[in-house]
Structures are given as structure tokens and as C-alpha cells.
């Protein structure tokens, strides 16, 4: 909910997964990248592989590296022997003669003309698969949150800069229809002039998967995931709010497991905050209010 300044008579702590504020992926910033780094003109398409290959891979994040113009699938990667290659033969059009299917990683890394990676297992893996992608000199993008915490997102920000390297974030919702709809009304003045504060609450459990079942699925494993459901969708709803309005500022708040003996995390989340100053919100709002919780 935002609550705006209304010109008369005219009558929407955890950031801790943003690698600065522009984090969604184009072929051509990632391009000018590859050119920059390698002291030549940018290739003419940008050569993809794909580290953690689940079901969210299959149907929603992977098709756009082998659909858009400009890219191509051309690794893939998963621990278990000959489950890249089935997965390829399953999702990939060309299949098997169109992108090749690893078990080990430093193999992957090594695929003639690999330019970039995408890093789409459970967080609790980035770090370490980051690492090994900033070392063998390959651009990265990587789900959100990038890390379990803080520490682990500046250190993989650190790396890839001293690398000279690209590291993007997976912050798609900055691109859904209905997102840049409500930047546009904000933009036109439709809603007012201000932004004078923010509030969001999250009840149940945000579209996230499979939380009710016999089996704690992964995203309520701290070891794993850094956290609960915060992390997994809540992260979308902080980083909107930095697309839209600038970033929060003063964060507070609290994080507690109250009524999930369960899980070792938390199921009730507060932040409050204020909104800094950004050149690019869709609104004046710096200074307003902020309260977010799940």
C-alpha cells in the first residue's frame, strides 16, 4: 500500500541480496561487459550455462537463454551423472547438439566459448560456485538472495570486481507487466504527487512451494536458504520497492520464529525504514515511511 500527497483538485536489515541498484540483465550491458574485459569488440551473442537445473529452471528462468536473440545455451550442469544431459535432452531444443551436460563443475567452466553463468541452485551453494566461476573468468548471474547473509553478498561482489567481471541478480520482478504498470501511474501522477509511506504484509505463505508437506522443503532450512520465506520471496517485495521508490534507509526491525517448532527459522518478520534519495524513482519519496511484514 502507498500512501501519496494528493495535489488538489487531482484526486504502493534484509537488503542484504542487492549488488547496487540496477540489477536487471540485459544482453547489451553484459555484452559491453565481455567486449570491455577482453579488450575486443563484444561477441554477437552471449554463450550461457546453467549451474542447478530444477523445475523453476525448466518452466520459468532457463527458456530465456536459449529463446532470446542474442543467446545461447551452451552448458549445463548438475551433480548428478547424466542428469544435465537428461535434463537438456528434456528442456533444449537441439537437445544434446545444442548444449552439453556436465557432472563436475571445473569441466563446465572449462566449455570452449563460455562467456557467462547463470547460478540458479539454493543459495547456500552461490558462494562457493561463484568462486570458482570468478576464477576461471566468467560473468555471473545468480539468483536471489545472492547470499545466506551480508557477508556472503559482499564477498562475491568483491571478487567479481576485482576481477573485472559482470555479477548480475535475479531480480525479475522488476520486469513483470504489472510492476512497471504501477511505475507508470506513479510516474504520471496518477496516484499524486508524494510518496509519504509504504506498507506491506504478507499473510500465508506468498506463493512459495511445497511448506505444508512431511518434508521441510529447502527454503526453511537456514543452512540452505539464510532464512524463511523473507528470503525466498520477500527479498522481490524490498527490491521493488528500491526499483519504484529508491532504497530503504534506518532499517530496523525483527525477526522471530513464533508458532513453526518445525523449522529453525523465523516465520514473523518486521522492517521497518525510511526511503533514501534515488535519481531514478518513479516518485519523490525520500523520507517516507516504510513497514514491511510477513
Known amino acids: 500500500m502507498l500512501h501519496t500527497h494528493v495535489a488538489a483538485p487531482q484526486c504502493y536489515l534484509f537488503l542484504l541480496c542487492v549488488v547496487g541498484t540496477e540489477t536487471l540483465l540485459t544482453r547489451h550491458a553484459l555484452l559491453s561487459t565481455i567486449g570491455t574485459a577482453a579488450a575486443v569488440a563484444p561477441p554477437p551473442a552471449v554463450n550461457w550455462g546453467i549451474v542447478g537445473l530444477g523445475d523453476v529452471t ?35 531444443p537441439g537437445g544434446t547438439k545444442q548444449a552439453t551436460g556436465y557432472s563436475d563443475l571445473d569441466a563446465f567452466l572449462a566449455h570452449p566459448g563460455l562467456h557467462a553463468v547463470y547460478v540458479a541452485t539454493p543459495p547456500g551453494a552461490h558462494l562457493q560456485i561463484a568462486k570458482k566461476v570468478a576464477i576461471a573468468g566468467k560473468h555471473c548471474y545468480v539468483e536471489k538472495p545472492v547470499g545466506r547473509c551480508g557477508w556472503e553478498t559482499v564477498a562475491m561482489s568483491k571478487l567479481f570486481e576485482a576481477k573485472q567481471l559482470g555479477l548480475f541478480t535475479a531480480y525479475i520482478s522488476r520486469a513483470y507487466t504489472r510492476t512497471n504498470a504501477v511505475r507508470e501511474l506513479l510516474t504520471q501522477g496518477y496516484l499524486g504527487d508524494r510518496v509519504n509511506s509504504v506498507t506491506y504484509t504478507l499473510r500465508g505463505t506468498g506463493g512459495a512451494r511445497n511448506v505444508g508437506g512431511d518434508t521441510l522443503p529447502w527454503r526453511l532450512n537456514a543452512a540452505v536458504s539464510g532464512g524463511g520465506l523473507i528470503m525466498d520471496v520477500g527479498v522481490h517485495i524490498l527490491d521493488r ?5 529508491g532504497p530503504l534507509v534506518d532499517v530496523n526491525g525483527t525477526a522471530e520464529n ?18 533514501g534519495r534515488s535519481s531514478s524513482a518513479a516518485l519523490p519519496a525520500e523520507g517516507a515511511d516504510v513497514y514491511c511484514s510477513w
Open 241 to 245: 520497492i528500491d526499483f519504484l521508490l
Open 258 to 275: 513464533r508458532n513453526s517448532p518445525r523449522q529453525d527459522v523465523e516465520d514473523y518478520v518486521i522492517i521497518r525504514a525510511k526511503l
Open 58 to 92: 525448466a518452466h520459468k528462468s532457463g527458456p530465456p537463454f536459449w529463446k532470446c536473440h542474442g543467446c545461447n545455451l551452451v552448458a549445463t550442469m548438475r551433480r548428478t551423472p547424466g542428469a544435465a544431459e537428461e535434463w537438456v535432452r528434456r528442456n533444449v
